[in-house]
């Protein structure tokens, strides 16, 4: 959940130096952005993964891992 909450706060800062400064240029902003969302996807599944305590399908957490860096 901290990891979770971690990659929100990421993003919504990339939202703020991406236009407000010249420290980021538009298309590594948005290549940033797409890999804190695409984490943050993961961390969601695996967070409701472990909330609501599922065991199947087994495959998901592996699923997750090798889809999120896509």
Same mark, same amino acid.
């Given at each position: 959940m901290g990891? @979770?909450?971690l990659l929100? &706060?990421?993003n919504a800062a @990339? #939202?703020?130096i991406g236009p407000w400064t010249e420290a !980021?240029?538009?298309p590594i902003k948005n290549l940033l952005a797409d890999i804190v969302v695409s984490l943050g996807s993961a &961390? !969601?599944?695996m967070v409701f993964w472990v909330w609501f305590g599922l065991q199947r399908p087994p495959w998901l957490p592996r699923l997750t891992a #090798? @889809?999120?860096p896509h």
């Open positions: 990891t @979770l909450f929100i &706060a990421v @990339l #939202g703020v !980021l240029s538009i &961390a !969601l599944v #090798g @889809l999120a």
